[in-house]
Structures are given as C-alpha cells and as structure tokens.
C-alpha cells in the first residue's frame, strides 16, 4: 500500500463519483480505478459498493475511512512540520498530574512544549489521581500524567515505565548506611507519607499490611517537595518513602531500596476515549514520551547516597 492509494480512496469517499474524484486529483478515471481496485485487491474487501454509475461506501470502507484520513492526516502535518510551513498552534492545553510529577517532569515537559508552541495556553495542576480522574471524565482536563488508576472509570491509560519507589532519610537516619531495607522493618518507624486519599498511600498501605507492617505516620502531606525537605531538615529521624527520581540530587538525602515486598508504580498517559484530538495534544504527549523514556533508562532505584553540595 502506498500513500496515493489513501489519497485516491479518500478523494473517492468524498466524492462518491469517480469521474469528479478523478478531475480533483488530475489523474484519468481508468487510472483512478485501477488504484482503487489495486487497494481493496490488498486489503482483501471492497470498499465501495457499484450500481451502475452509483457508488457508495461498504461498511468495510466507512470504517477504514475514519482511519485513512487520520493517518494521512498525521503523514500530511509531519511533513509540513519537517518543511517548516506549519503554522503556530494557538488554543488552551489543560493538564493534571499527581505530585510526583509537579516538582521536576512536567515542567521540563512544559517548557519544551512552550519552546515550540509558544501561543498555546497551558493550564498545569497537582492533583490527586481520583481527582485528575473525575476531571478528565467530566472534560475539564485534556491530559493526566498519572499512576494506573485501579479502575480506569471509561478512560484509556497509556503506561509509560515502571518505577520502583525507595525509602529516603536524611544522613543521620539509623537506617542511613543501610543498602537496602525490607518493608517489615519500617515497622513502628516513624514516617512522612502522602494522604490517604493518593493512589500511591493505598499502595504502600498494601504493601505494609502484606509484610505485617505498620508505620508510625506522624506526618501526611500532600506534595513531595516539602516531604524531601522535613525529612532532610527534621531533628527527629524520620524517612518518606518516594520515587528515586523525584528525589534532588543536591539535597542530602540518603536513597534505600526497599524489598519484600517492592512497591512499584506504572505512571502513565491518562485520557478520555472522547477527549478533543488536537496537534497541540499530540506533540505534548509526544514530549512526554520521549522524557520518559529517558527517565525509564536513568539507573536504578539502586543502594545510592546523595550527600549535600
């Protein structure tokens, strides 16, 4: 199959008469015909029915339409992209992401969209993931950058990586020279976590219950950034437990990996199966992608210590 085929067939479903088809693509009725014949020959059913002079679309040929022009929609603006004859994007961008997100991936991810798409208004919040899932439902958000939420709720989720999640303390941390710590043993400690209403609390409250575990929570807060810091600057021993690349490098913390068992995430792409399909969309997701799979290759939430500049 090659492109003019899906020109030629989208060019006939409009028209739904070969001789106008053939004029607005300046080739010969014969020569349009013969293509067509050549396409549905490969894809092995007819794509539009013939009485006579009359032409119609089979049911065949109204479901490849819809994604013939969607493909060759995407081929056309790719090409334009590469020419350099696109025209600035312009319109609103809304999106929500847990916390883990807030402090470091979305806004690289937002200013390199900003960076290409300077006249699109985007629209960024930290939410909880029940919450990012109601809005997105409800269609106040375009996008959420979430963890995979236990029942997608009529959403489709794009996974992007697996992440495991490690215990931070801060130097003094009796558990600061440890390489890696088993669940069991956070067991009495006292600990700063996200609210029971995360996603992320309930799966570490899993994890615990499974081990036989149960921390001293004397802290819940809602982002990770003021976490890191209580548990770096806090007199008392207290450790959080986060996901290894959220945490700063420069910060003074110590990073444990934790086992039996190993919370691990899957953060993802969350959207509406009726959510607007618009370029401005496309490219943001795009950006994420390729920013994840960067983070996807970083090392390992591995026995690592990071000790302040």
């Not at 004397?218 to 690349?245: D, F, G, K, W, Y």
């Not at 795009?286 to 210590?305: D, Q």
């Amino acid at each position: 199959m090659e492109l003019r085929h899906l020109r030629y067939f989208i060019a006939l479903a409009g028209a739904l008469n070969f001789t106008r088809a053939a004029e607005s693509l300046h080739v010969t009725q014969s020569t349009l015909s013969h293509q067509i014949a050549q396409l549905e020959a490969e894809l092995g059913v007819l794509l539009f029915a013939r009485t006579g002079k009359r032409v119609a679309l089979t049911d065949a040929g109204d479901e490849f339409l819809h994604h013939a022009s969607r493909a060759l929609r995407e081929i056309d603006q790719g090409l334009g992209a590469l020419r350099g004859d696109r025209a600035p994007l312009r319109g609103e961008l809304r999106i929500g992401a847990t916390p883990s997100f807030t402090t470091a991936f979305l806004p690289d991810c937002v200013g390199r969209f900003l960076e290409r798409q300077p006249l699109v208004r985007v629209t960024a919040e930290g939410l909880a993931a029940d919450r990012i899932t109601a809005r997105l439902q409800e269609g106040s958000l375009d996008l959420g950058i979430a963890y995979q939420p236990v029942t997608p709720g009529g959403l489709h989720f794009e996974p992007l990586y697996n992440e495991e999640m490690v215990l931070v303390t801060g130097a003094a941390h009796p558990l600061a020279r440890r390489k890696r710590v088993r669940m069991v043993e956070l067991h009495g400690r006292p600990l700063v976590l996200l609210p029971a209403s995360f996603a992320t609390r309930r799966m570490l409250d899993d994890c615990f219950r499974a081990c036989g575990a149960e921390p001293l929570v004397v802290v819940e807060i809602n982002e990770l950034a003021p976490m890191l810091r209580l548990v770096a600057t806090s007199a008392t021993p207290l450790a959080c437990i986060a996901p290894v690349n959220a945490v700063p490098a420069d910060a003074g913390l110590r990073i444990l990996r934790l086992d039996s068992p190993t919370p691990v995430r899957t953060p993802g792409l969350l959207w509406s199966r009726q959510a607007r399909d618009s370029q401005a969309l496309r490219e943001f997701t795009a950006i994420v992608r390729k920013l994840a799979f960067r983070t996807s290759l970083l090392e390992p939430a591995g026995p690592r210590r990071r000790t302040a500049a």
